[in-house]
């Protein structure tokens, strides 16, 4: 199996920058894709990024441009850079890992709070 736990949420005043990290730990090799997800108040779970088994990387339209998701060498950390933060991004933010061991399956973090003021 995999456990993620995240790191770095905050609180920020609009125009300021966070970086978020997730922390993998267990099977990371059985690992084929990690994503960022939030969810406001009141909203769903949204997407935010999302970097494939095939290495690429897909926004949310809207934080393409602002957010940047990578990942370490060594496959066990994954970040987000969150640069010209707005209100309308505070959310509770979550990471997600899929992963294959004999089957499908894939797993949340706990997440971590991001608040932006204005």
């Known amino acids: 199996q995999v456990h993620l736990v995240e790191s770095g949420g905050g609180l920020v005043q609009a125009g300021g920058s966070l970086r978020l990290s997730c922390a993998a730990s267990?099977?990371?090799?059985?690992?084929?894709?990690m994503g960022w997800y939030r969810q406001a108040p009141g909203e769903r779970r949204e997407q935010v990024a999302v970097?494939?088994?095939?290495?690429?990387?897909v926004y949310a339209e809207s934080v393409k441009g602002r957010f940047t998701a990578s990942r370490d060498n060594a496959g066990n950390t994954f970040y987000l850079q969150m640069n010209m933060l707005k209100p309308e991004d505070t959310a509770v933010y979550y990471c997600?890992?899929?992963?294959?061991?004999?089957?499908?399956?894939?797993?949340w973090g706990q997440g971590t709070q991001v608040t932006v003021s204005s």
């Open positions: 997600n890992a899929e992963y294959y061991i004999d089957y499908w399956a894939e797993t």
């Open positions: 267990g099977a990371i090799n059985s690992i084929k894709a």
């Open positions: 970097i494939t088994s095939e290495q690429t990387t």
